[in-house]
Nanobody
Framework: QVQLVESGGGSVQPGGSLRLSCAASGIIFSISAMGWYRQVPGKQRELVATITTGGRINYADSVKGRFTISRDNAKNTVDLQMNSLKPEDTAVYYC???????????WGQGTQVTVYS
């Protein structure tokens, strides 16, 4: 059974930093990509950053230059370093894994990030 466990969420003032981590267990298949998405109430879940097994990275325009995604393929972990946080970054952040063979997505339970003034 695939499990994605996120950690590192919390509350921070604008300009602050947080680091999110996600550890995937029960992975017995090839992974295409790992990444982070976020969602606020009443809105659709949106991409924050993804990284493929080959290292190709994609960032949402809103986080470019502030967030950095990294991945350990051997350990099936993916981290998101978030700097210069803004109130609009407030959301529940979800870890995501995409299976190579059928592009099925697996999701973590989410971790709250709050940036308050």
């Amino acid at each position: 059974q695939v499990q994605l466990v996120e950690s590192g969420g919390g509350s921070v003032q604008p300009g602050g930093s947080l680091r999110l981590s996600c550890a995937a267990s029960g992975i017995i298949f090839s992974i295409s990509a790992m990444g982070w998405y976020r969602q606020v109430p009443g809105k659709q879940r949106e991409l924050v950053a993804t990284i493929t097994t080959g290292g190709r990275i994609n960032y949402a325009d809103s986080v470019k230059g502030r967030f950095t995604i990294s991945r350990d393929n051997a350990k099936n972990t993916v981290d998101l370093q978030m700097n210069s946080l803004k109130p609009e970054d407030t959301a529940v952040y979800y870890c995501n894994v995409v299976r190579s063979s059928n592009l099925r997505s697996y999701w973590g339970q989410g971790t709250q990030v709050t940036v308050y003034s």
